[in-house]
């Protein structure tokens, strides 16, 4: 992905416009905007405290600070775990979730640009079609997939949580949004009298000028298949298949009976949560248009 | 990404009277064809299993499906722990999105006035949430909450305050809380992007009549954002509705959450024990209530935000 300086003009972005005048800091705002920080950081913050104590100093020592230092014992007891069965988790979830997320963000683009470019009768009937998709709790489809996967011998497989992941009738959404706006009506009208094909359209020009818009999309998929539960829970029986949020939930299951685990969840969830983080603060302004698509037309 | 595939080589080739159509077709069937696998058919298969029933000939004879038209959904509606979870989920809801909303227009506002500092660093901070997954964040606070290690705790216990955030009593509150600090910043990220939307001549005018900070915010910003509220408030709904996760996850650390808590657990567990018609018929009640309210919702504030 290139052509990252295209940002759709669908609005100017916060960066485009400096505030007028600076006013004076209000010092009742900022600690507000203080305390909801507290808020939101504090249990990130004990979940890193917490990857660094041995299960024995989680429970007699302060939460939100240090104790003795942990860290690379609990890292190992995460990597030998069931012979680093955890990071088998966790490159699951990067496997259902790339996937997912590239072929649905594809699918995504072309049905929206179809969607937004083309004349043709029945459109409006086919949007609103996959738009009342959105509002179907994902709940009331992973349980019926199920029963019909299971007709065909097909759940606990990879491809039952991979292909469905796939599917994102939001994406299409904002696909038609995002091509609207930035895929210019009369350069594909130019195209088309030097003689270029529809597909050879789409896929040297349109695909280009929406590359901004697709970045926002494959994010939106990612952390939803990221974040999947249900669906893995309901498909899922053998745990080399599982991702990392299933993972996690069955050894919470047992915690009861092995309190020992307690370090290792702990963890566990940070390094699970991490790449997530990370990824989210390099990619913040592709959320940021991502997220002002969405609420434009509501 | 480049002009390796054509997967409308007809529509391509083809020129003249109405080649778009074509092509629009061709661009649209990949995404319709899984659409209707992953969507539309299960949604017809899950009415259709609502329909029907198990029955036995005899006590070891062999298991027939019979068509038990709408008995599924009175058997589901008449289960007072069902209908208890419904009820659980509407409290839930009445509190939980009207605080966290709240709480994310405030802090949109907030970020969008020009009398703070710092803006990048708090919007990210109060976004980071969104990035942990339900469940992780589910596990996550469960150990905050557990009295044996929750800093909470350590803090009230010197005042003579042990409060058990996972008891039957409050776990309702514990849960409403984790979902609100997954939420709001995301929610809050889709009003700024709103708020920054507006020109800022149009404050210009009110600031010369004299009018404060707080009327300029409350008259005329959040009208024009409310769209962006009704949205974030219908996704709000659609989410509360399939509560599952964080319930689901809790579950494993707070014996006061039961297999029928919200009604997706509910249908969930119908499910596990093969119960298929009675869990096909709640699901299928949950869903009906999803696209009611969201579509109810629309039309009430359409009306008023519209004027």
């Keep these: ?298 | 990404m480049t002009t390796t595939t054509a997967p409308i080589p007809a529509a391509a080739r083809r020129r003249g009277s109405a080649p778009s159509t074509r092509a629009a077709w061709g661009f649209l069937t990949p995404f319709l064809v899984g659409f209707a696998v992953f969507y539309l058919v299960p949604i017809g298969y899950v009415i259709y299993k609502s329909l029907y029933g198990v029955r036995r000939s005899s006590t070891f004879g062999p298991i027939q499906e019979v068509f038990v038209g709408l008995a599924n959904y009175r058997s589901a509606l008449g289960d007072g722990d069902f209908v208890r979870g419904i009820g659980r989920i509407a409290l839930f809801g009445f509190v939980q999105v009207p605080v966290m909303l709240l709480i994310a227009l405030v802090l949109a506002l907030l970020l969008d006035s020009a009398r703070i500092r710092f803006t990048r660093f708090f919007r990210l901070a109060f976004f980071v949430p969104y990035a942990v997954p339900g469940a992780i964040a589910a596990i996550m606070w469960g150990f905050l909450y557990a009295p044996s290690l929750s800093p909470f705790n350590q803090l009230t216990r010197p005042l003579g305050a042990d409060p058990d955030l996972l008891s039957a009593d409050v776990i309702l509150w514990s849960i409403a809380n984790l979902v609100t600090w997954t939420y709001a910043g995301y929610n809050m990220l889709i009003m700024y992007s709103a708020l920054q939307a507006i020109p800022a001549d149009l404050y210009e005018a009110a600031r010369i009549d004299g009018a404060s900070d707080l009327q300029i915010a409350w008259r005329i910003k959040v009208p024009i954002i409310a769209p962006a509220v009704v949205l974030t408030a219908v996704f709000s709904i659609i989410g509360t509705l399939q509560l599952f996760t964080e319930p689901q996850v809790m579950a494993t650390v707070s014996t006061a959450i039961s297999s029928s808590y919200t009604p997706t657990i509910a249908a969930y567990a119908q499910i596990s024990a093969q119960n298929y018609g009675l869990g096909a018929a709640m699901s299928v009640i949950i869903t009906v209530a999803t696209v009611v309210l969201s579509v109810v919702f629309f039309r009430l504030t359409r009306k008023r935000v519209e004027g």
């Design chain 1, 1 to 298: 992905m290139t052509a990252t300086k295209l940002e759709p003009d669908v609005r100017r972005t916060a960066e485009a416009t400096p505030p007028v005048r600076r006013s004076a800091v209000s010092p009742l705002s900022m600690a507000v905007l203080g305390a909801a920080t507290l808020y939101f950081l504090l249990p990130i913050f004990w979940l890193v405290v917490a990857a660094t104590k041995s299960t024995g100093d989680l429970t007699s020592t302060f939460g939100l600070w240090f104790a003795d230092f942990h860290l690379v014992d609990n890292l190992r007891a995460v990597a030998e775990f069931q012979d680093g069965v955890f990071f088998r988790w966790l490159g699951n979830s990067a496997l259902y979730s790339l996937g997912g997320a590239t072929v649905g963000t594809l699918l995504a683009a072309m049905a929206g640009y179809a969607l937004a470019k083309y004349e043709f009768r029945g459109r409006e009937l086919t949007f609103s079609v996959i738009l009342g998709g959105v509002l179907v709790p994902y709940t009331a489809l992973a349980v019926p997939l199920f029963l019909l996967l299971a007709e065909g011998g097909l759940t606990n497989s990879v491809w039952s949580v991979l292909l469905p992941s796939m599917i994102s009738p939001f994406g299409v959404y904002l696909a038609r949004i995002y091509a609207a706006a930035s895929v210019p009506g009369e350069l594909l009208e130019a195209g088309r009298v030097d003689g270029a094909s529809e597909s050879r359209l789409f896929f040297t020009m349109a695909l280009r000028l929406m590359a901004p818009a697709l970045v926002t999309i494959f994010l939106f998929q990612f952390v939803a298949v990221w974040n999947n539960f249900l669906l893995p829970l309901v498909m899922l029986s053998s745990n080399d298949k599982y991702p990392v949020t299933l993972g996690l939930y069955t050894l919470n299951t047992q915690l009861t009976l092995v309190p020992e685990l307690k370090a290792i969840i702990v963890t566990a969830s940070l390094l699970s949560v991490l790449p997530l983080v990370i990824a989210f603060l390099c990619l913040q302004r592709f959320w940021r248009s991502g997220l002002a698509a969405g609420s434009v037309k509501a």
